[in-house]
């Protein structure tokens, strides 16, 4: 099995476990959405042409890319933390990557201080990283992503619905083609209904039936929406045995509600480690292919403090100290899913002139006016015994597990939990969460 490396070329990554249904397929979707007023536009593009990479060649001896992990690790910590104030006690869940990749698309069409913030936001020094490395990080980040893999379905992707009266920019639409690959569809919103029509049944699409009616009500002035999608389906390296879930399995809330799960039960070999620091537990378990989950169990009452603590430095350190054993191990079987409107969050995180009228995407299109009204997410989990519908298990890999003696330690995700998922050319993480109520969907 291979360990999570958030940084090294060799070694794999950081492992944990997901558990998908039987008859629930186990895939993960995110949108993001963005919707821009009034038209728009003058300035000159970002120079991203610079350093183009047509070709998905070997991103892992990127160095641009190694570079990006780190920092795009910190801003999903970062919004974490965000989300945390917004919504306290409650499930949290999105997709950093994507929305980070929305951000950097978004900022190819942005100017000045407009795209500085948005840049900047997202954890870069544009004193010691240019604007066209970033660009190329970003494209080695996508393209990497989206390559095929045997069995993994993993596609990341934007959509973007213009304006018939908006007359974009050539090498606008060049740059987000070849870097993000990105769709550029002209809407007409002057007829709202069959604008919603034609986004949501894109996105329905694109996710596999999994988000559907994303968008309810658009402006009547809307000129521009901008979709980030992420879709993920993928099989556990070692499944679950779903006879042996339990149905009716306690889950702690808080100290005074108790919520029954199906508990999945395995007796198997993990990295895991007890981080006396952060006063946590952490497990790792891989995917098949290319991908690993990871969970984070704090000691009770101590989750504030281990979520004011993650950093891409704590991943790494974790790397470090896992230590493959045989593990008793209990995961609930569920299913999570949050939305989003990241607009004040994103004015918090620094991104302020983008929804103002000093907002500056020039680069975009022609004309000016364009600002961004709201930012929608929205993501979806399916945790269960096999990982994807329809794969077989053979019988008798159950029947080589060694009997259950007290040596083994017993690690129950029986309370609230943080949880990432993670891919791991790349070393991005695909999606963040934590776990307070797995009955809430």
């Known amino acids: 099995m291979e360990r999570f490396c958030f940084l090294k070329d060799a070694s794999g990554f950081l492992v944990v476990c997901y558990y998908f249904p039987p008859k629930m397929s186990p895939s993960l979707y995110l949108v993001f959405l963005l919707l821009g007023l009034h038209v728009t536009i003058h300035c000159t593009s970002p120079n991203s042409s610079e350093g183009k990479v047509t070709t998905c060649h070997s991103p892992q001896q990127n160095v641009t890319l190694y570079k990006m992990s780190s920092n795009n690790a910190d801003f999903a910590f970062n919004l974490y933390r965000r989300f945390t104030v917004e919504t306290p006690n409650q499930n949290i869940f999105f997709s950093p990557v994507s929305i980070s990749a929305a951000l950097a698309m978004l900022s190819l069409g942005a100017c000045s201080s407009t795209q500085t913030q948005i840049l900047e936001s997202l954890g870069f020094n544009l004193t010691v990283t240019p604007i066209a490395e970033i660009q ?5 980040l996508i393209c990497s992503l989206n390559f095929p893999k045997k069995e993994l379905e993993l596609h990341m992707g934007n959509a973007l619905f213009i304006g018939k009266q908006l007359k974009p920019l050539a090498k606008f639409l060049d740059d987000v083609k070849s870097l993000y690959e990105t769709e550029v569809l002209s809407t007409d919103f002057s007829d709202v209904s069959a604008a919603k029509q034609e986004i949501n049944s894109h996105v329905e699409k694109q996710t596999k039936g999994k988000v ?8 009547p002035n809307t000129i521009m929406v901008l979709v980030n999608y992420i879709y993920f389906k993928a099989q556990w390296a070692n499944p679950f045995d779903s006879s042996k879930t339990e149905e009716g399995s306690s889950f702690l809330v808080d100290k005074t509600t108790t919520v ?3 508990m999945m039960h395995q007796m198997e070999q993990y990295y895991h480690l007890v981080d006396t620091e952060l006063n946590c537990t952490v497990l790792q378990m891989d995917y098949s292919e290319k991908a690993l989950a990871l969970f984070v169990l704090p000691k009770e009452g101590q989750m504030e403090w281990v979520e004011g603590s993650m950093s891409s430095k704590t991943l790494k350190k974790w790397n470090g100290l896992l230590q493959k054993g045989w593990v008793d191990l209990f995961v609930p079987k569920f299913s999570i899913s949050a939305t989003y409107d990241l607009g004040a969050i994103l004015l918090k995180m620094g991104i302020q002139d983008a929804f103002t009228d000093h907002a500056d995407f020039s680069g975009l299109a022609e004309g000016n006016g364009l600002k961004l009204s709201n930012a929608a997410h929205k993501a979806v989990l399916d945790i269960g ?4 519908e329809g794969i077989a298990v053979h019988e008798d890999r159950f029947l080589d597990q060694p009997e259950m003696t007290v040596l083994h330690p017993i690690i129950q995700f029986n309370r609230s939990f943080l949880l990432l998922i993670l ?3 790349t070393r991005s993480i695909l999606f963040l969460g934590k776990v307070v109520d797995p009955t809430e969907v």
């Not at 190329?136 to 080695?140: C, I, L, P, R, T």
């Not at 559907?212 to 402006?219: A, P």
């Open 260 to 262: 029954q799960v199906p």
């Open 136 to 140: 190329q990080g970003f494209q080695h």
């Open 385 to 388: 015994e096999k990982g994807t």
């Open 423 to 425: 891919e791991k050319t």
């Open 212 to 219: 559907v009616s994303l968008i309810r009500n658009l402006k």
